[in-house]
């Protein structure tokens, strides 16, 4: 532990508590020790914190880049809560959505070539708009296509730490969220493209 006394560590597991609570997106790692006492270790209270949160209606739980409160999993049947939306994702957006979460990075053609249908510019237009997905460089092909991943902001509105959190195809179909035609498709399946060093980095 630090080296400061108990009452410092109790006054900032507090502050971090407040952070957290208060905060509407996760906090990353580096916010949280700016807000702490030079002295805080950031990470301890963050396991310490968890701890006291682990069998409460709430859980900490780390999220994207990110620390945030969470209802916990096993209570989700009992919050479900149905509300008018303005707008749902198509088929298309979703099967889009699905595509690129499970293979990026992943260019236009490679998502038509899954979907065995041609891919309207709205689609992509809508989870842009939505802030699911991104372009992240070209693929060293010719033409250099875009390739497409997903954000941050994507693994939060599901509740991921990291794109390798997905659900596989059988834990999906289990619970009835993918339909035999999708599996067929390879929509789910592995990537099967170039693999990240043959794109050529944009940021």
């Avoid at 400061?4 to 407040?18: H, I, M, P, Q």
């Avoid at 959505?97 to 260019?107: D, E, G, S």
């Avoid at 070209?138 to 390739?147: E, I, L, Q, W």
Wanted: proline residues 4%.
């Amino acid at each position: 532990m630090a080296n400061y006394t108990e009452n410092e560590f109790d006054n900032n597991l507090r502050l971090l508590e407040a952070l957290l609570f208060a905060s509407r997106e996760p906090i990353s790692l580096d916010t949280i020790s700016d807000c702490l006492s030079v002295d805080a270790d950031a990470e301890s209270l963050i396991e310490q914190l968890a701890r006291l949160y682990e069998n409460r209606g709430i859980n900490l739980l780390k999220v994207s880049n990110g620390w945030a409160f969470r209802t916990a999993p096993d209570l989700a049947t009992d919050m479900t809560v149905f509300r008018e939306v303005s707008r749902r994702l198509s088929r298309a957006a979703l099967e889009t959505l699905a595509i690129i979460a499970y293979h990026q990075p992943v260019t236009r053609a490679e998502i038509e070539e899954i979907r065995g249908v041609g891919l309207s510019r709205g689609t992509l237009d809508n989870l842009l708009e939505a802030g699911w997905v991104k372009p992240k460089g070209r693929r060293k092909t010719p033409g250099r296509p875009a390739t497409w991943v997903t954000t941050p902001e994507f693994l939060n509105h599901f509740g991921l730490a990291d794109v390798h959190d997905l659900p596989g195809v059988d834990e999906l179909r289990a619970v009835g969220l993918i339909e035999t035609d999708l599996d067929s498709k390879g929509i789910l399946g592995p990537a099967s493209f170039a693999e990240e060093e043959e794109i050529i980095s944009n940021e």
